[in-house]
């Protein structure tokens, strides 16, 4: 049982540059999210879904996009990248209902240099 | 916005000593959950507490929502070089859409031998 899966686990982009974070998870849970890591500012959620074919913004969209087309899988993208977007991102999901509902599952965590 | 101020954001102790991290807000939270992250990895859940007042222990580790459901702390007694890690406070807003969580800023604890 693999849990949530990011890829790639580190990336190095130039200004201006695009490219798209991938998670994926194998619990079937209906909720997803995108946080971003910055010393000491905690986590922060980019977007979020609650639900296949759903997506919404959270506190830092600017920036980013997202897509989930399959249940198992949120994407996050950036479509010119900017040094402030320098980060650790976090992809994390949760269950709808029933025990466990409010624990987020994260993954390792993908970390994005932009020069 | 709701915020949770968590504190303090370093702390760093000798192997045997006790600690406390605070998180605070003027938010009402229907849960508040304490995570462990390790370096190079993704936050793991540690516990959730649900009822204002509840405590809850976790061998080393007690763990208290406040009787307003608005500030949480984490105890650790005689800390060992293990409990290394950055701690994260979240909270659940009641009837938040898409069950958002509210991250503190985090504490960052090193344990020296």
């Known amino acids: 049982n693999a849990g949530v899966t990011q890829t790639p686990k580190f990336r190095v982009l130039k200004t201006g540059q695009s490219m798209t974070l991938l998670c994926a998870q194998d619990?079937?849970?209906?909720?997803m999210y995108w946080y971003r890591q910055d010393p000491g500012m905690g986590l922060r959620l980019i977007h979020y879904?609650?639900?296949?074919?759903?997506?919404a913004k959270g506190e830092v969209p600017d920036g980013y996009n997202v897509s989930r087309l399959k249940k198992q899988n949120f994407l996050l993208g950036l479509e010119s990248a900017a040094p402030s977007q320098t980060s650790v991102y976090f992809c994390?999901?949760?269950?709808?209902?029933?025990?466990?509902?409010?624990?987020?599952?994260f993954g390792a965590g993908s970390r994005l240099t932009v020069l | 916005t709701q915020l949770l101020e968590q504190s303090p954001q370093f702390l760093s102790i000798q192997e045997g000593e006790n600690l406390t991290v605070y998180c605070n807000s003027s938010?009402?939270?229907?849960?508040l959950q304490w995570y462990r992250q390790e370096p190079g990895e993704g936050p793991v859940l540690l516990v959730t507490?649900?009822?204002?007042?509840e405590v809850k222990k976790l061998k080393r580790l007690t763990f208290q929502f406040g009787d307003a459901r608005k500030d949480s702390s984490l105890h650790i007694t005689a800390a060992q070089p293990g409990d290394t890690g950055l701690y994260l406070c979240a909270g659940a807003i009641r009837y938040n859409q898409g069950g958002k969580l509210i991250f503190g800023q985090g504490t960052e604890l090193s344990v020296k031998p």
């Open positions: 938010s009402v939270f229907s849960s």
């Open positions: 619990m079937n849970h209906e909720y």
């Open positions: 994390a999901s949760r269950p709808h209902g029933g025990v466990g509902a409010n624990v987020l599952t």
């Open positions: 507490v649900v009822t204002g007042g």
């Open positions: 879904s609650v639900g296949e074919g759903t997506t």
